[in-house]
């Protein structure tokens, strides 16, 4: 029961089954009403991104967690700023804090390099 008739494809010349509604080798539509379709499905796609109307949204960035500086991590800079300063350089920590851990760690070297004298 199968009709194995062949023809050829006006695209490609490729032979292809004659009841075929698109082409297995090249790809293209064979029937009109398929065809016209497909070719306005793409100008759709196509113009999706030149409609002036439409808004482009920003994707959504997710929101950093804001760390405050722990007691404990005070402690830290303050009797050992040459480790603890580091650690407000991780994401979270405001600039107000590492500006203090850092004048804090400068003034500890002066202090120490002055009293070595």
């Known amino acids: 029961m ?12 490729e032979s292809i089954n004659s009841k075929a509604k698109k082409c297995k080798h090249c790809g293209e ?10 070719e306005a499905r793409k100008n759709n796609a196509q113009n999706v991104f030149m409609n002036a109307v439409t808004p482009v949204v920003p994707p959504v960035l997710p929101v950093e967690e804001k760390r405050s500086m722990t007691f404990l991590l005070g402690l830290g800079i303050v009797f050992m700023p040459y480790i603890f ?15 203090v851990a850092f004048v804090w760690l400068i003034a500890s070297f002066l202090v120490f390099a002055e009293a070595k004298n």
């Not at 008739?5 to 010349?13: G, L």
């Open 29 to 38: 539509f064979l029937d009109v009403a398929l065809r016209a379709a497909e």
């Open 85 to 99: 300063s580091w650690f407000t350089l991780r994401k979270g920590h405001t600039v107000g804090d590492r500006v």
């Open 2 to 13: 199968s009709d194995t008739s062949q023809m050829e494809c006006p695209f490609c010349a």
